[in-house]
């Protein structure tokens, strides 16, 4: 009987609107504070050892806020030991300072700092204390301070060492320093751990779905305690829709995991169109007292990868089309801004992208956060490199010692993310070529499912041939990626019986925007690995799609492939944007890649306009290049279109003939002889207009013309606006082949932060006041610096046109 009367204790004692009723659920103040740690940080080039001491001096170092990266600053340098694949760009030592207070009311509390990522070799020191190292620049880790701190006004210093000296230690940019956020946490001793909660819903259906809720509640009082732990669902409205409670006991100084069970009728399913977000609020009662409440991302779907018939969300079958992205945010650098992020991933929704692989490292909780409330399908990806080196430096050296924690870290801190659909183990590892893979695969799929068997595990493999690939052979994998060979697809199902199968990298072919090499047929690296691309001399790839990486396909070969293979989950194409570092196949002053779909400033590629028009169901009729030649010029005239049987092409009004696609082909093209004027296409389904696309013959330039992506932004000191500068002519026609150096000032409440005009061998710095344009075109960032005043932007060229100013408003 009283075993049975404990048992009760753990049953539900009230559901949705009692416990609103007992508790009070929406009028409660927080009990766990989160501080933002970012500001007023004092750094320095070098290294310091001393500046643990309180004692320490730094009236020669900088004040600033985090994210910092202090590489995207520097010089680009042709004998930089970060080499071709970080961009030129330097690394080093440096060290981060703060001076800060705690309330003496946190002295009874637990305290402890959270960073995002540090890259890399991180030492952190508190009132003269070592915390810890993190070697890996990309893993988000904290540690506890509360036995080291001073209390009410007595100072405390917080110190960071960064160590990115040895190099190179990366096939792309990482950046260099504190790159994502900070934050201070204190709770009571008796609080949900760090990364403490784990949701799942074992069943999910329209009519009803069930949430698995796992809780690790920390105890650090040297006394046992008895508390109610309370698990709320909140749906997007902010409004409680379930809820459990139960009366737990916990020892002292331990680690307990407590389990909750509810039920959710009628949820509203997450998927790529309506990403609909519950969350889980957790709560901890000693008594009538909240010491404790922490939140937990929730979606319901459920996903499939079939052998047959591929990908398939919510029932529905589905094919993910997906890109790769590295982590840096172009002119930023490696800083992590959620605004940058959210930009970046707006851009790719538009194109019609699904789905978003984490290349080749843990990316940051922004983007994670993102990913969930903006509808992308994630492949969350540990590693690059096992034991086996890719280059000098990088992750091998740590491997023994870290790649356990690594990895489990990686998998609690992702894992109650609804976008995340799959777990990538590595990514073209050397050890799959040979028996050592076959134990190591093993080892990381047991660590990723000791912490969540709801999703596959994968890896992106080169090797197709079975007796060659020894990940393959450990049948530890759930889902097999493969990285290019899109001509062997066709035989997979075959040479692959039964396995789920995913292209996890794809294309790599190059463009470079607005630059055009009127194309005789597709060009590709030689095949010989290491022989000389024979490009052109101002270190331009044709915007074409018509030039391809000796391993790759272009654009279009490559989905010509995937949307034909129905076993085939989808592609990752490599990448989304253009990223800082591996500017293959050019050498310096190359200093960017020519890889993405969207150069490095954020704007599209022609290509981007192919994607549209097979990736989203909108109408797209999109014609290149410009028109702006040397008369008589033969001009090759591309068009991409949907949602139309037919396009029609018009020079000056003169009618240049119908063309509609054939057989597979996913564009349209005409040789025209180039007369200044118009060209004009038109499609037509059925013999109806769908739509009308123009391109004029610019004139003289006559203004500099100023476009923001905003026009408000809080006075926060984090959000962005991004202004894209052109020169255009008086009717307002981009002028292609600008490249006027602009000039910028900024007043008011805000302050430049990057520029950048997205062509891959410009070596002007990404912080200057000034930019060239490149085939018309430029970018200027401007970050909130905390005042409440309008942000003007004033853009000035050369005598013969005037300045342009464009404001934006601050809330």
């Given at each position: 009987m009283i075993k049975h009367k404990k048992n009760l204790q753990k049953t539900v004692i009230a559901i949705s609107l009692l416990l609103l009723s007992t508790i009070g659920f929406s009028q409660e103040k927080k009990a766990r504070i989160i501080e933002d740690f970012n500001k007023n940080w004092n750094f320095k080039l070098g290294d310091y050892p001393t500046a643990i001491q309180s004692d320490f001096k730094t009236t020669d170092w900088r004040t600033l806020q985090l994210p910092h990266d202090w590489s995207i600053e520097g010089a680009f340098d042709k004998d930089s030991k970060t080499k071709q694949a970080q961009g030129?760009?330097?690394?080093?030592?440096?060290?981060?300072?703060?001076?800060?207070?705690?309330?003496?009311?946190?002295?009874?509390?637990?305290?402890?700092?959270?960073f995002d990522g540090v890259f890399k070799n991180s030492e952190v020191f508190i009132n003269g204390h070592s915390l810890g190292i993190r070697p890996n620049g990309y893993i988000s880790f904290g540690y506890d301070l509360s036995k080291y701190l001073n209390f009410d006004k007595k100072e405390n210093v917080i110190a960071v060492?960064?160590?990115?000296?040895?190099?190179?230690?990366?096939?792309?940019?990482?950046?260099?320093?504190?790159?994502?956020?900070v934050r201070l946490v204190a709770s009571e001793k008796l609080h949900v751990g760090k990364w403490g909660t784990f949701v799942t819903t074992p069943e999910v259906a329209a009519a009803k779905s069930k949430i698995h809720l796992e809780v690790t509640i920390d105890n650090d009082n040297g006394i046992a305690k008895e508390f109610k732990l309370v698990t709320s669902i909140l749906n997007a409205e902010n409004k409680e829709v379930a809820s459990f409670t139960s009366t737990e006991k916990i020892r002292a100084k331990t680690s307990e995991k407590k389990i909750h069970d509810l039920v959710l009728n009628q949820p509203k399913l997450w998927s790529t169109e309506n990403p609909y977000l519950y969350k889980v609020v957790t709560k901890v009662y000693e008594g009538s007292k909240l010491v404790d409440d922490y939140e937990t991302p929730l979606g319901f779907r459920f996903f499939d990868f079939d052998a047959e018939k591929g990908f398939s969300l919510n029932g529905k079958p589905t094919k993910i089309l997906?890109?790769?992205?590295?982590?840096?945010?172009?002119?930023?650098?490696?800083?992590?801004?959620?605004?940058?992020v959210r930009r970046k991933l707006k851009i790719l929704k538009e194109m019609g992208t699904n789905a978003i692989r984490m290349s080749h490292n843990p990316h940051s909780l922004e983007m994670m956060q993102l990913c969930d409330e903006m509808g992308f399908i994630v492949q969350d990806e540990a590693f690059d490199v096992w034991k086996k080196k890719k280059v000098t430096n990088d992750y091998h050296k740590d491997w023994d010692a870290w790649h356990k924690q690594d990895?489990?870290?990686?998998?609690?801190?992702?894992?109650?993310?609804?976008?995340?659909?799959?777990?990538?183990?590595?990514?073209?590892i050397r050890e799959q070529f040979d028996s050592t893979g076959i134990a190591i695969t093993r080892e990381l799929a047991k660590i990723v499912k000791s912490l969540d068997t709801t999703r596959p595990v994968t890896a992106a493999l080169t090797e197709n041939i079975i007796e060659k690939n020894f990940i393959y052979q450990s049948g530890a994998l759930d889902l097999l990626g493969f990285n290019y060979k899109h001509e062997d697809y066709k035989d997979f199902p075959e040479r692959f019986k039964g396995q789920k199968i995913?292209?996890?990298?794809?294309?790599?072919?190059?463009?470079?925007?607005?630059?055009?090499?009127?194309?005789?047929?597709i060009k590709a690296w030689p095949t010989k690995h290491g022989a000389a691309f024979d490009g052109n001399a101002d270190w331009t790839v044709?915007?074409?799609?018509?030039?391809?990486?000796?391993?790759g396909a272009t654009h279009e070969e490559n989905w010509k492939t995937i949307k034909k293979q129905d076993f085939m989950a989808g592609t990752f194409i490599w990448t989304g944007f253009d990223y800082i570092g591996e500017p293959d196949p050019y050498p310096y002053p190359a200093r960017s890649s020519y890889f993405g779909i969207i150069d490095l400033a954020g704007l599209p590629k022609d290509v981007y306009y192919m994607y549209k028009s097979e990736w989203t169901t909108k109408p797209v009729l999109y014609i290149f290049p410009h028109w702006n030649w040397k008369a008589g010029q033969e001009v090759d005239v591309w068009a991409y279109y949907n949602n139309a049987d037919e396009v029609e092409l018009f020079l000056n009004g003169k009618s240049l003939g119908k063309k509609s696609k054939q057989n597979d082909d996913l564009h349209i093209s005409w040789r025209v002889k180039f007369e200044p004027g118009a060209i004009k296409a038109v499609s037509r389904k059925d013999g109806k207009v769908v739509l009308e696309a123009a391109i004029h013959t610019a004139g003289e330039a006559s203004k500099i013309d100023l476009k923001a992506d905003k026009t408000t932004i809080k006075n926060d000191t984090y959000d962005l606006v991004y202004v894209t500068v052109s020169i255009v002519d008086k009717d307002g026609n981009l002028l292609p082949n600008a490249n006027d150096l602009i000039n910028f000032e900024v007043l008011g409440g805000g302050k430049l932060v990057g520029v950048d005009n997205g062509y891959q061998a410009n070596l002007d710095s990404f912080k200057a006041s000034s930019c060239k344009l490149f085939n018309g075109k430029c970018i200027v960032i401007i970050?909130?610096?905390?005042?409440?005043?309008?942000?003007?932007?004033?853009?000035?060229g050369g005598k013969e046109i005037p300045i342009s100013s464009i404001e934006v408003k601050v809330q």
């Open positions: 030129f760009l330097p690394a080093g030592k440096g060290w981060y300072r703060k001076v800060f207070t705690v309330p003496a009311n946190w002295k009874n509390k637990s305290v402890s700092i959270e060492k960064v160590d990115n000296d040895a190099q190179p230690n990366s096939r792309w940019y990482t950046g260099s320093g504190i790159y994502r956020n997906g890109v790769c992205l590295h982590h840096d945010n172009g002119a930023l650098g490696a800083v992590e801004n959620i605004h940058a990895l489990e870290d990686f998998i609690k801190r992702d894992r109650n993310h609804p976008s995340v659909m799959m777990w990538s183990i590595g990514n073209e995913l292209a996890s990298e794809s294309v790599s072919a190059l463009e470079t925007r607005g630059h055009y090499d009127f194309p005789d047929g044709s915007a074409y799609d018509q030039v391809k990486s000796y391993w970050q909130s610096n905390g005042k409440n005043e309008a942000i003007q932007l004033k853009a000035s």
